[in-house]
């Protein structure tokens, strides 16, 4: 069993930054990609940006290529998502994801366990 746990959400006007960390407990040494997922009000939970269990692999969706950066501190069981030049559609509920399998995924069913969510509102 793994716990997840994201922290690090707000309000934030367009154009500012916020760093969401997700902290894993309980077996962590079965983890390996690892990701974070958005979901709005009235939409499907969307992929954002997923990364290898060593970090060197990432990859993002395109409206965020270039403002947001994932990262993990793996000594720390610790995953994190920098983001910067925040716009009003980046509004949503965003969650920590991490498989058990290496492989890194863009969708919801290629993960095994799941965070509660952390709200990210970005005012215009």
């Known amino acids: 069993q793994v716990q997840l746990v994201e922290s690090g959400g707000g309000l934030v006007q367009a154009g500012g930054s916020l760093r969401l960390s997700c902290a894993a407990s309980?077996?962590?040494?079965?983890?390996?990609?690892m990701g974070w997922f958005r979901q709005a009000p009235g939409k499907e939970r969307e992929f954002v940006a997923t990364i290898s269990y060593l970090g060197g692999t990432t990859y993002y969706v395109d409206s965020v290529k270039g403002r947001f950066t994932i990262s993990r501190d793996n000594a720390k069981n610790t995953l994190y998502l920098q983001m910067n030049s925040l716009k009003p559609e980046d509004t949503a509920v965003y969650y920590c994801?991490?498989?058990?399998?290496?492989?890194?995924?863009?969708?919801?069913?290629?993960?095994?366990?799941w965070g509660q969510g952390t709200q990210v509102t970005v005012s215009s």
């Open positions: 994801a991490a498989s058990r399998e290496t492989t890194i995924r863009v969708v919801t069913t290629g993960y095994d366990y």
């Open positions: 309980g077996r962590t040494f079965s983890v390996r990609s």
